[in-house]
């Protein structure tokens, strides 16, 4: 059973930083591009940045470049999502996501599994 398990999310304050982690289990991760989406209240669910199997490629939302960063672990399956510089319009549920892919998708048919996600509230 594949399982992909966010934590991380919380409340902060405009400028503050949170670092966002996922958790795999059920997959051969290394084989598997992971990425992570977010949803705000009445919007479509929107890229934000994925991470190559083999750490080292990345790529991200122009929303968010400059101020977050993907990275991955694969020993351990996990993938992490550091966010600093954080503003209001940030808030939302980040979803981590794997995709079996050898680039860097970012789109949301792209992804085979999806995590249940976490809040992220961001204050002004």
């Known amino acids: 059973q594949v399982r992909l398990v966010e934590s991380g999310g919380g409340t902060v304050q405009a400028g503050g930083s949170l670092r966002l982690s996922c958790a795999a289990s059920g997959i051969t991760f290394s084989t598997y591009a992971m990425g992570w989406f977010r949803q705000a209240p009445g919007k479509q669910r929107e890229f934000v940045a994925v991470?190559?199997?083999?750490?080292?490629?990345?790529y991200y939302a122009d929303s968010v470049k400059g101020r977050f960063a993907i990275s991955r672990d694969n020993a351990i399956k996990m993938v992490y999502l550091q966010m600093n510089t954080l503003k209001p319009e940030d808030t939302a549920v980040y979803y981590c996501?794997?995709?079996?892919?050898?680039?860097?998708?970012?789109?949301?048919?792209?992804?085979?599994?999806w995590g249940q996600g976490t809040q992220v509230t961001v204050s002004s």
């Open positions: 991470v190559s199997r083999s750490p080292g490629g990345t």
């Open positions: 996501a794997a995709g079996m892919s050898m680039f860097l998708p970012s789109t949301t048919r792209d992804y085979d599994y």
